[in-house]
């Protein structure tokens, strides 16, 4: 599960596939258990309001048809429900997310994986959302025996895949979002938009310049709920922006508290003092799944990882009652003076 850590100030637009001009075309709805806002500066050009709202519902609506893991008709549903290893073909919108998310978890170590949900219900932060549930050693070693990316085979030649466990379970809330608003991003692309904004729960993709000719801004909450609301101001040019956020969903027992971010290795919530990490990266599916491997490593490993892979990293870190950040060169030239 995700906490979305994200203030979008600017509104959005542009370009032309109707009969009425609109400045700024603001489009909003539900999906993926969420809610996503495509905004486009239209630029007094004449827009085909209905064509893209419904064009863009389709987009959502095969995703979640392909990836969803509460429809139970679902492509991923099925090979969820499925106790066999033979081999099955997928779609390439599907193939092309699961073989991404391996390669995350390769670059991770298995920081990210798309397996890891029985440990995550096991914790309590499931759909049962079981609260101050402390499983036993031997219980969440018994769980991920049928965990782990490295179950899972892919051939990519012929776009199918095996599960090595039968009992594996895929989910791909941490990953799917993501790749959600670049296909959006790729279809305004070819409608020949140059200047808009995709958000998706607070994964999100900015191009061009808003209705002000300025460079998208996007808000990073603080922590700290005592100090200023927003933390960083990001300049979102031509770039993608994924926020994860570990100070808000938690339980504690015994003193001690229990973070909703499990880590696949251990299996276990993870101990560190990281509070969110923000992602920028050309592909908003890349920031999606490594904001969540970075949460996973914690500020040290994240940010060595980071530079070695020269991606744009920003990190919020807890030291006892103050939030320091910290981010690498990188992420550096999108910093708001």
């Not at 637009?13 to 489009?27: D, F, H, N, P, R």
């Not at 978890?105 to 609260?131: C, E, H, M, R, Y």
């Not at 969540?292 to 070695?308: D, R, W």
Request: charged letters at 25%; one cysteine or more; glycine letters at 6%.
């Amino acid at each position: 599960m995700r906490i979305f850590i994200l203030t979008i100030f600017l509104i959005i637009g542009i370009s032309a596939c109707q009969k009425t001009s609109y400045e700024i075309l603001v489009l909003n709805g539900l999906t993926m258990g969420t809610t996503y806002s495509v905004k486009i500066n239209a630029d007094n050009a004449f827009v085909e309001k209905n064509k893209i709202s419904n064009d863009i519902d389709e987009i959502l609506s095969e995703i979640n048809q392909s990836m969803s893991t509460y429809i139970k008709e679902s492509e991923l549903s099925n090979i969820n429900y499925s106790t066999i290893s033979d081999w099955q073909s997928i779609s390439d919108d599907l193939f092309e997310v699961i073989n991404h998310a391996i390669n995350v978890s390769l670059k991770t170590n298995g920081a990210f994986d798309i397996t890891i949900a029985p440990l995550v219900n096991l914790w309590g932060f499931g759909p049962d959302k079981l609260q101050n549930k402390i499983p036993t050693d031997e219980i969440i070693e018994l769980t991920k025996k049928n965990t782990g990316y490295k179950k899972i085979s892919i051939d990519k030649s012929l776009k199918m895949i095996s599960k090595l466990e039968p009992n594996l379970h895929i989910d791909l809330s941490g990953i799917a979002k993501g790749f959600a608003v670049d296909k959006i991003a790729r279809y305004l692309d070819k409608c020949g938009f140059k200047n808009y904004l995709v958000e998706i729960g607070g994964e999100l993709i900015g191009k061009g310049l808003n209705k002000d000719k300025e460079i998208w801004q996007i808000g990073i909450d603080n922590p700290n709920n005592n100090s200023d609301r927003i933390k960083r101001i990001i300049q979102l040019e031509d770039m993608a922006m994924a926020t994860s956020g570990n100070y808000m969903n938690y339980f504690e027992k015994d003193g001690i508290r229990y973070s909703h971010t499990i880590n696949p290795v251990t299996g276990r919530p993870i101990k560190h003092k990281l509070a969110s990490v923000t992602v920028l990266d050309s592909s908003t599916m890349n920031a999606d799944a490594l904001a969540t491997a970075f949460m996973v490593l914690g500020p040290e490993k994240a940010l060595s990882l980071a530079n070695n892979l020269e991606i744009a990293l920003y990190l919020i870190i807890k030291n006892g009652e103050r939030f320091e950040e910290k981010y690498n060169d990188y992420f550096m030239p999108y910093l708001s003076d």
